[in-house]
């Protein structure tokens, strides 16, 4: 069993810079690719950055200049540092990775429930 659980969210004004971790636990061999996606009401899942496990990242153009994505392999959390957030920014943001557990040996994919980012003033 694999659980992801992301902390950091809630209200945030305007230009604030709010950090979400996504911490990975159970029995975790590797993990590969790790990602953040964040959620509208009425709109499908959207990803916002993706970083490997090597470190190489990918943004959404939407974020690109603003969000930083970021991992500690040694510790199995995920980082996004948002920067200059604007209302639009507004989402519910989702953790995923893919994982493969000790007693596995295919890699799955896992979300983790969701932490609310609201920003307005």
């Known amino acids: 069993q694999v659980q992801l659980v992301e902390s950091g969210g809630g209200l945030v004004q305007p230009g604030g810079s709010p950090r979400l971790s996504c911490a990975a636990s159970g029995s975790i061999f590797k993990i590969n690719d790790m990602a953040w996606y964040r959620q509208t009401p009425g709109e499908e899942r959207d990803l916002v950055a993706r970083?490997?496990?090597?470190?190489?990242?990918n943004y959404a153009d939407s974020v690109k200049g603003r969000f930083t994505i970021s991992r500690d392999n040694s510790k199995n959390t995920m980082f996004l540092q948002m920067n200059s957030l604007k209302p639009e920014d507004t989402a519910v943001y989702y953790c995923h990775a893919v994982v493969r557990q000790f007693t596995i040996t295919l890699f799955n994919p896992y979300w983790g429930q969701g932490t609310q980012v609201t920003v307005s003033s």
């Open positions: 970083i490997t496990s090597g470190g190489d990242t």
